[in-house]
């Protein structure tokens, strides 16, 4: 018990030494269970043998989708950091990891005019990017004399653009 009750100055420097030592070595148990993602890209994840059920903290920060063969997708929804546990058929814990997501890396122009905010990927060229924080009803067509959506028009044209691709990949209407 002695050598744990240091006083003094020496006593507080090494317990500040071993805080120190404490959390340096626990900083890459930490990152090891962690899964960094980007905002709206995808990363893989081997999942283990006896996995039967996966459960994901907040669907709204990410998305997991099994795949054939363990192979599970993880997907950046929202900014923030989450967890995903995977339980074997008795309940059992075989997996626990938290999933980072993190802002986009394409180069992005974001656009303020007052409070509004637009944001534009530039990759190569800018063109609207619908982006976690962009407001809606941000922008005046003095032509119509109307507000124009920017977050909703961009939806809409992806959805659209995806609806689109969809139908032609499965061979719809040809």
């Known amino acids: ?11 507080r ?13 626990a900083a890459p148990a930490f990152a090891a269970n962690s899964i960094p993602v980007n905002l709206d890209e995808a990363r893989i994840l081997k999942l283990p043998d006896r996995a039967t059920t996966v459960v994901i903290g ?16 993880v997907t950046g929804k929202g900014y923030g950091a989450t967890n995903i546990i995977v339980m074997d058929k008795s309940g059992a814990v075989l ?20 409070i509004t905010r637009q944001t534009y990927s530039c990759a190569p060229d800018c063109a609207p990017r619908i982006t976690l924080g962009d407001t809606g009803k941000d922008d005046f067509d003095r032509d119509t004399g109307q507000y124009i959506d920017f977050f909703k ?7 659209t653009r995806d ?4 139908a032609a990949g499965s061979g719809v209407g040809h």
């Open 1 to 11: 018990m002695t050598a744990l009750c240091l006083r003094g100055l020496a006593g």
């Open 13 to 25: 420097r090494t317990w500040l030494a071993g805080a120190f030592l404490l959390t340096c070595l």
């Open 58 to 73: 907040d669907p709204l920060i990410a998305d997991l989708s099994i795949q054939p063969g363990g192979i599970a997708v």
């Open 95 to 114: 997996m626990e990891k938290t999933v980072e997501v993190m802002g986009p890396i394409d180069p992005t122009v974001v656009v303020y005019r007052g």
């Open 153 to 159: 028009n961009t939806l809409d044209q992806t959805q």
């Open 163 to 166: 609806t689109q691709a969809a």
